[in-house]
């Protein structure tokens, strides 16, 4: 906490009587904001503490001090969307604290108490990295936190200043440790943002990073249930956060929680990587004006290209893409895993090992330099290969409209409009990543090896995309209305940037015919999906079912294994098939010894 008020042993009588006059108009102001002040007696409002801070100031001989529990209230530092604080001093102790007054509702009890579990979780968080909370009790009807005092600045304050790309990391992996430390203490964060963390400036803790306002943005069990998604067509506000509704701050938010969706970790995870994202590039990871737009970019997962931050490695960005993967579960499985994979900078081992590597890249560096050189001549960044220029264009896009307007639908032109704006951002985020795999071949940055675990990932959007865009050509009223839903399905493509991701699958056959067998039938499963997807079973399990009559064929395990899961979940009794066909679908899984 700053103090931007701190008292001086003397003041110009000028000065004091202004800071009194406009202490007294905030009084007034504050009065007429809450008529009842009077009434509740006590020091438990906001104008009560003004009120009593103004006498003392006005009157310093004869006004008694503010008190909250045994702690003297000093200056009024700030207010947010949890409550007001205060500096105080602590005289037991002999020193000076920061005192949060919680906003929370007289006779609120059930509430009242999920502040204060809050607040205790908190306080168990013993780490360098996190603001250390020293008490937690209620005065007068409202919950107050006790913690230190800090001077410094907010990570969004610092960043103004020229930094380094690895002072940056540095700086924000401390960030991390301290969320990772809440975290193991059952504590997440919910709001986490630029503003929420503070690097200390002088004293023993000189330059270390604290994360603020833990645990505290979820007031009462109700905030996530029944959550309202934030108004369509509102400005983009970075510093909106609510409560009763979808907590957080829009431009920082996890997807879950623009769905409403219960924040755990893995939301905090995100946040942090839209934060470390804006910090290093000077830009946020979608590029949107207006809330909505952001809302639709963030549940599609659709990424704008960094345009500064040349200097910054391509691994950072690998790592960042990963943490602000849409879905929760293909984020690192902990803070700790994305730390240490900030803090394990590849660059630097690379030149631990510099001389050993140089003598090998000798004895190789004819054949691999004809290779690479070979692949870069053929292999251009451009052309029909890059694009779905094929698959979405204005014939396929005519085609669409057709389906969709037919007469008795005028409904539907709202839907085609959404589905549509997704169809474009999807396009559009798989032409960047197809030219991205190509132009990090070609810059030396990735392996054949990776290149090609890429390609066939992209291949595999590709059908996807590709089976929906036929599927709404010939759309019914079935598919319209499951069509919005069946677009934001489409499978995820920052997991065709993700290396590790790839690299953990099971090889393709080592035989050219059979390697490509396998990826056809993943195409037909992939075209299965989305039919189901958009509510057309029958003609989804027809297809499934080819699949897994030839999966045997091609003796690869993992297909089969993939069918018959199709297999099964799309013969569920609860589309309409007998359940002895569900469950034989299931108990092929079981089959497999090899995935």
């Known amino acids: 906490m700053t103090d931007e008020h701190e008292s001086e042993p003397q003041v110009a009588a000028e000065t004091w009587l202004q800071r009194a006059r406009s202490e007294s108009d905030e009084l007034a102001r504050a009065r007429t904001r809450r008529p009842d002040a009077a009434a509740e007696g006590g020091l438990g409002s906001e104008s009560d503490r003004i009120a009593a801070m103004v006498r003392a100031r006005l009157f310093p001989s004869l ?20 409550g007001v604080v205060y500096s105080a001093y602590d005289p037991e102790l002999d020193r000076k604290v920061a005192i949060k007054i919680l906003r929370g509702e007289r006779g609120d009890v059930r509430g009242n108490a999920r502040l204060v579990r809050e607040a205790k979780a908190m306080a168990r968080v013993a780490h360098p990295n996190v603001i250390a909370v020293i008490e937690v009790g209620e005065h007068e009807g409202h919950t107050f936190v006790v913690m230190e005092y800090l001077r410094g600045k907010s990570l969004d304050e610092w960043i103004t200043g020229a930094r380094s790309w690895r002072e940056i990391v540095a700086v924000y992996a401390q960030a991390g440790r301290g969320l990772a430390a809440a975290h193991q203490a059952g504590v997440v964060h919910r709001d986490f943002k630029p ?12 330059g270390r990073v604290k994360v603020l306002d833990f645990g505290l943005a979820r007031a009462r069990e109700e905030l996530t249930q029944g959550a309202e998604p934030l108004a369509r067509g509102a400005g983009v506000d970075a510093s909106l956060t609510r409560t009763g509704a979808i907590m957080g701050t829009p431009l920082y938010m996890a997807p879950e929680q623009y769905l409403g969706l219960e924040a755990d970790a893995r939301s905090d995870q995100y946040s942090f990587g839209v934060s470390l994202h804006e910090a290093l590039y000077g830009q946020l990871p979608y590029t949107a004006g207006e809330l909505a737009e952001l809302r639709e970019l963030v549940l599609a997962g659709q990424y704008a290209a960094p345009e500064r931050g040349a200097d910054v490695p391509p691994w950072v960005l690998r790592v960042l893409r990963r943490a602000l993967s849409r879905e929760p579960e293909a984020r690192y499985p902990s803070m700790h895993a994305l730390c240490e994979a900030l803090e394990r900078d590849p660059t630097a081992r690379r030149r631990r090992v510099a001389v050993t590597a140089s003598l090998v890249a000798a004895a190789c560096v004819g054949s691999w330099a004809i290779a690479r050189a070979g692949v870069d001549a053929s292999r251009p960044c451009a052309g029909p290969e890059f694009t779905l220029e094929d698959v979405w264009s204005a014939g396929p896009r005519a085609r669409m ?17 959404r589905v549509e704006a997704r169809l474009d951002v999807y396009a559009t985020g798989w032409r960047e990543q197809r030219r991205e795999a190509c132009e990090q071949h070609r810059a030396g940055l990735q392996s054949d090896e990776l290149l090609d675990l890429r390609m066939r990932c992209l291949d595999l959007r590709r059908a996807s995309f590709t089976a929906l865009v036929d599927v709404f050509a010939a759309a019914d009223d079935a598919v319209i209305s499951r069509a919005a839903e069946a677009s934001y399905g489409l499978p995820e493509l920052s997991r065709c940037a993700d290396a590790a991701a790839l690299r953990s699958a099971v090889p393709l056959p080592e035989d050219g015919a059979r390697a490509r067998g396998v990826q056809a039938a ?3 499963l992939e075209g299965a999906r989305v039919l189901t ?12 079912d080819e699949v897994y009559a030839r999966a045997g064929a091609l003796e690869y395990p993992p297909l089969r294994a993939e069918a018959a899961l199709a297999r099964g979940l799309g013969s569920r009794p609860s589309l309409g098939y007998p359940g002895d066909k ?3 679908g299931l108990a092929a899984i079981e089959e497999i010894e090899v995935i």
């Open 195 to 206: 503003h929420n963390a503070m690097i200390i400036e002088g004293g023993v803790d000189d």
């Open 533 to 544: 997807s958009a509510g057309r079973y029958r003609d989804a399990l027809a297809g499934v």
């Open 522 to 524: 993943r195409r037909a």
């Open 63 to 82: 006004a008694k001090p503010v008190r909250i529990g045994r702690y003297t209230v000093l200056d009024r530092l700030g207010q947010g969307g949890m």
């Open 401 to 417: 409209h057709e389906s969709f307007a037919r007469p008795g639908r005028a409904s539907a032109l709202e839907t085609l409009a």
């Open 582 to 584: 569900y469950e034989m």
